[in-house]
DNA sequence: GGATCGCCTTGAATGACATTCAACAGACAA
DNA sequence: TTGTCTGTTGAATGTCATTCAAGGCGATCC
């Protein structure tokens, strides 16, 4: 068991890690936290990151991952039911995140390790749409065309903004039949 | 009129560097065309560029006036009437530049200039959509939101690759009423 | 209890980058 | 001829992600 104390040691480490590369990298952005300040927020020596992660993309994949689990948990017990609120509120919840979003499609061809994520992200939400889509009653041949359109829509209004009047609206027309 | 000479020597100068940022930016990549690999490719010393551009950024914004504007010739000359087809021709020919597209998006933040010139592109072709979007006899009081998915939906095209089949389907859908 | 091993940490490189600086060449004007 | 303005450049500067070599320290073995 003494090795699972090691690992745990190190889990708790690498978490510390994570924990300061969430809030920088979303509060002043991926590009712009370098790995000295992350270490210095994690209270390590720069090159310390380097025995935690492969590189800097994987130290973002690990935070997708950290704000992805946490997103999906919530979006689980909402109690709302109308499909356009739904897709109001991911568009809202994504939106505290935008700078992620934003790194993420910018690092695609960079990183294969970012590409894959993405992959799986979008996978997931548009399993997710697709499903929201039927219930709202749209004519299952429309579907798939649908839910690209949704999820396309919903990246732009990420990265353009707009009141939230103009983003119900939207929210609203992308579930009408 | 020597004055005059001098300033189209400049120009004529400041215009071979942007054909050659022109082709490494589209092929290479924004991020990865060095200042030095540009300098090269232009034929004079990195430092050189800073006497023509203030920066990278305004080089790329030089760029991308120069494409922008070869596009919308084309589109202009386009024999295509079908409101979807156009659509479709104005994907496939921005795919062409889609490395351009993504990095746009991502240097928004970073740069007041790009962020200028992403703000006046997007005005400009909602316009031409919104007029599109009329042709294809959309209801007036649902013109404006159809219009940003629109918008929306096609830089998601160009960002997540897709079979041209699938994308006519999606360019169609767009302009149904 | 002392030697050994492997995990962890680090100071100090390395090489790439955008950008700036100071010096210099050549054309034109006085 | 002297001086000024436009261009050009080699050589910095400072920042970045990443790597390397050296060592500390706790657990394990004798």
Chains 1, 2 share one sequence.
């Not at 970012?114 to 749209?138: C, D, K, M, P, Y």
Request: proline fraction near 2%.
């Amino acid at each position: 068991m003494a090795q699972t104390k090691r690992d745990q040691d190190r889990a708790e480490k690498r978490d510390e890690i994570i924990a300061a590369a969430r809030t920088l990298f979303i509060e002043t952005g991926y590009e712009d936290t370098s790995i000295s300040r992350l270490a210095a927020a994690a209270g390590v020596a720069p090159n310390t990151i380097y025995w935690y992660f492969k590189d800097k993309d994987e130290v973002l994949v690990a935070v997708l991952d950290a704000e992805f689990s946490d997103g999906m948990a919530e979006y689980l017990q909402l109690p709302v039911t109308d499909a356009a609120e739904r897709l109001f509120w991911v568009v809202q919840r994504l939106e505290r995140v935008s700078r992620l979003v934003s790194t993420v499609h910018s690092r695609l061809e960079a990183s294969e390790a970012i590409n894959l994520w993405h992959e799986r992200f979008h996978t997931i939400s548009e399993g997710i749409l697709r499903v929201s889509l039927q219930h709202a009653g749209l004519s299952s041949d429309r579907i798939e065309t649908r839910t690209k359109i949704s999820v396309f829509t919903m990246e732009g209004l990420l990265a353009h903004p707009m009141s939230e009047a103009d983003k119900r609206i939207i929210c609203r027309e992308l579930v009408t039949a």
